[in-house]
């Protein structure tokens, strides 16, 4: 249900998944005004059809994740339709709130995840990075994937520059991305991969998931393992 590998699908499933949960909510509350179908929602909730697609983009294919970052944008929107600016803050605090506060008493995580940052955000300027298979039950990813900051989005990939070798495609959080912007951390000339529509701001563009950038990143764990050990 990842927007990346098959938008159509996902905004479908996230549209039926809100919908649902906001009848169920009509069945204690009341009914809601225009709302009589899935393709209301979108149209009376959100300024535009772009602003809900990047809330599925935020959910990184997570039903739990797209209903709180629903929920924290509408809180922002109040009476008025939800935009992209606030998906965007909404992402923002329910990764601060749920994901970064999991991994917090996990040193070796969050000492992984800072690594994964500047060998694949500031240095490869890609929100994406190849893991050798051999290399997928490592710890630090592991318990990264199992607070959702980093999610497995394909499997089996072969790069072109080592013929023979299978990775996994891994992304880091679309909320962990955007936490970065507009800090002391904001990685630098990553505005790499245009889209077709104008933004609603002038917020960096968050990349979507391209594999020639990608494929340029392949995450050495044992560099990682090397740096601990002659600390």
Not at 108 to 117: K, S
Request: hydrophobic share 35%.
């Amino acid at each position: 249900m990842v927007f990346e590998q098959d938008s159509e699908r996902s905004i479908q499933f996230f549209k039926g998944l809100l919908y649902k949960h906001l009848i169920n909510y009509e069945d204690s509350h009341g009914r809601i005004p225009d709302l009589n179908t899935e393709d209301d929602l979108v149209r009376t909730g959100f300024s535009e059809k772009r602003s809900f697609e990047e809330l599925v983009r935020a959910a990184e294919g997570v039903p739990r994740d797209a209903i709180n970052v629903a929920s924290k944008a509408a809180l922002k929107a109040r009476e008025k339709r939800i935009t992209m600016a606030q998906v965007r803050d909404a992402a923002r605090a329910w990764y601060q709130s749920d994901k970064e506060a999991a991994i917090k008493g996990i040193p070796e995580a969050q000492e992984f995840l800072n690594w994964i940052i500047d060998e694949v955000i500031r240095e490869k300027k890609s929100r994406g990075f190849l893991v050798n298979q051999n290399d997928s039950n490592y710890p630090a990813l592991l318990g990264l994937f199992d607070a959702r900051v980093l999610h497995l989005t394909k499997r089996g990939y072969s790069a072109q520059d080592t013929p023979g070798e299978r990775y996994d495609v891994w992304t880091i959080d679309y909320g962990a991305y955007v936490d970065l912007m507009r800090t002391k951390n904001e990685p630098q000339e990553l505005n790499l991969f245009e889209l077709d529509m104008p933004m609603e701001t002038n917020d960096e563009e968050v990349p979507m998931q391209d594999l020639r950038a990608i494929r340029r990143a392949v995450l050495n764990l044992s560099d990682f393992n090397s740096r601990n050990e002659f600390r």
